[in-house]
């Protein structure tokens, strides 16, 4: 069974700094691209980041590029989001997601439960 | 990026009913599209891709079609466990949601 848990969310101040953390299981982790989407009440959901199955490859929304990296350890079944110079516009429930194969830009077959970030004073 | 754009945004309708929610891309994306569910504090689910392709385990109840910028979900007869909110994603080029449909109970 396919499982994706998050974890790291939580409060910060505008201007920090915060690492989301995804661990799976239940596939071969290395054969697939992997995905963070989050979800806001006002602008639903935006794809935040990819990364290549190899983790070689990265790639970013226009929101985050910059701020974000996202990366992933294959030996730990992990995947990670870096979030620096948060903004209050970067609250959000932040999914981790599976791409279908190995290609970037893909559908999302599972997905995490979501992990609640606050940027906030 | 490419925008999608959803209609209607919410639709009320009883268990039994046809369902029919449109997505309509801003540039034609090759059927490269997929739709989800999600209910209430949990996670979006996958119900179709390749726009007509159902996800393993969905109800056939459920089917998709469209070419070009415009694509169709269809919920044949609606189910007391299909109200949720619905999104259409396309993944031709920089993945992109549309802004969701909300099936609420008549």
């Known amino acids: 069974e396919v499982q994706l848990l998050e974890s790291g969310g939580g409060l910060v101040q505008p201007g920090g700094s915060l690492t989301l953390s995804c661990a799976a299981s239940?596939?071969?982790?290395?054969?697939?691209?992997m995905s963070w989407v989050r979800q806001t009440p006002g602008k639903g959901l935006e794809w935040v980041s990819a990364?290549?199955?190899?983790?070689?490859?990265?790639y970013y929304a226009d929101s985050v590029k910059g701020r974000f990296t996202i990366s992933r350890d294959n030996s730990k079944n992990t995947l990670y989001l870096q979030m620096n110079s948060l903004r209050a516009e970067d609250t959000a429930v932040y999914y981790c997601?599976?791409?279908?194969?190995?290609?970037?830009?893909?559908?999302?077959?599972?997905w995490g439960q979501g992990t609640l970030v606050t940027v906030s004073s | 990026d490419i925008q999608m754009t959803q209609s209607p945004s919410s639709l009320s309708a009883s268990v039994g009913d046809r369902v029919t929610i449109t997505c309509r891309a801003s540039?034609?994306?090759?059927?490269?599209l997929a739709w989800y569910q999600q209910k209430p504090g949990k996670a979006p689910k996958l119900l179709l891709y390749?726009?007509?392709r159902l996800e393993n385990g969905v109800p056939s109840r459920f089917s998709g079609s469209g070419s070009g910028t415009d694509y169709t979900l269809t919920i044949s007869s609606l189910q007391p466990e299909d109200f949720a909110t619905y999104y259409c994603?396309?993944?031709?080029?920089?993945?992109?949601f549309g802004g969701g449909t909300k099936v609420e109970i008549k």
């Open positions: 239940g596939f071969t982790f290395s054969s697939y691209a």
């Open positions: 997601a599976k791409g279908y194969s190995s290609s970037w830009s893909s559908y999302f077959d599972y």
């Open positions: 990364v290549s199955n190899s983790g070689g490859s990265a």
């Open positions: 994603q396309q993944y031709y080029s920089t993945p992109t």
């Open positions: 540039q034609g994306i090759s059927n490269s």
């Open positions: 390749a726009a007509s």
